[in-house]
């Protein structure tokens, strides 16, 4: 049994039409801990020094972090790594709200896109049930009419959105991808998102995660 993290990522090829749902290695995490270790881990293992940022072998990984989904305070943050349209390095950017402890609720840990879909489209994350929806109808839409027009087709008013808006869709530099009342702002990463035909990523979860000596780990959190 796995304890914090799921033991699971969502490996999504776009260009192929392929979901795949991974098992990882828990020597990652004790080596690279947190959500922005084990992204960097996969950029550095799986994307050359040469990939541009808007090739389809560039990924777009949207991370959890360890303690995110438990009690412990804080740790709501979803970490977004991708090759950067604005310095074509390494990047970063995080963003609140509720997304990623959904995902860890859905039973993943990560959600990592590689290629490039030949039609906007948005993913919906339901549990075990993971689909590749048609979005050519929120073609212009900004990202937070897109979270309640999506919640409203779903009739999933709880669903956690992470969308972009017209910014994304055309690829400008500082594009941001939009969750709630947060953003991952840093780096245009919300371009590399449209870059990739992904409108939003929706997710709904409903699943347990698992924690040593709960009681414990409680208690420890209220004293933080």
Not at 52 to 73: K, M
Not at 142 to 167: D, F, N, R, S
Request: hydrophobic share 40%; charged share 25%; glycine share 12%.
């Amino acid at each position: 049994m796995r304890y914090a993290e799921t033991g699971f990522n969502l490996e999504i090829d776009l260009s192929r039409g392929n979901i795949e749902k991974v098992a990882t290695d828990p020597r990652d995490t004790e080596l690279y801990l947190g959500g922005l270790g084990t992204n960097t881990k996969i950029l550095w293992d799986r994307v050359p020094p040469e990939t541009e940022p808007f090739a389809p072998e560039n990924l777009l990984i949207f991370g959890t972090g360890l303690l995110c989904g438990t009690p412990a305070t804080g740790c709501n943050r979803t970490i977004v790594s991708t090759i950067s349209p604005q310095t074509r390095l390494m990047a970063f950017s995080m963003m609140g709200g509720f997304w990623a402890p959904e995902l860890k609720y859905a039973g993943y840990d990560k959600v990592v896109l590689r290629g490039k879909s030949p039609d906007l489209v948005y993913l919906w994350i339901n549990d075990d049930k993971v689909e590749i929806r048609d979005a050519s109808h929120l073609r212009g839409k900004g990202a937070i009419e897109t979270a309640e027009l999506i919640k409203q087709e779903l009739k999933e008013p709880k669903a956690q959105v992470a969308a972009i808006g017209l910014a994304g869709e055309n690829r400008v530099y500082y594009a941001s991808i939009e969750q709630g009342r947060s953003s991952a702002s840093r780096g245009g990463i919300g371009a590399v998102m449209g870059d990739k035909g992904v409108k939003a990523i929706v997710v709904r979860g409903t699943k347990d995660i698992n924690v040593a000596r709960p009681a414990e780990y409680i208690g420890l959190c209220g004293e933080v």
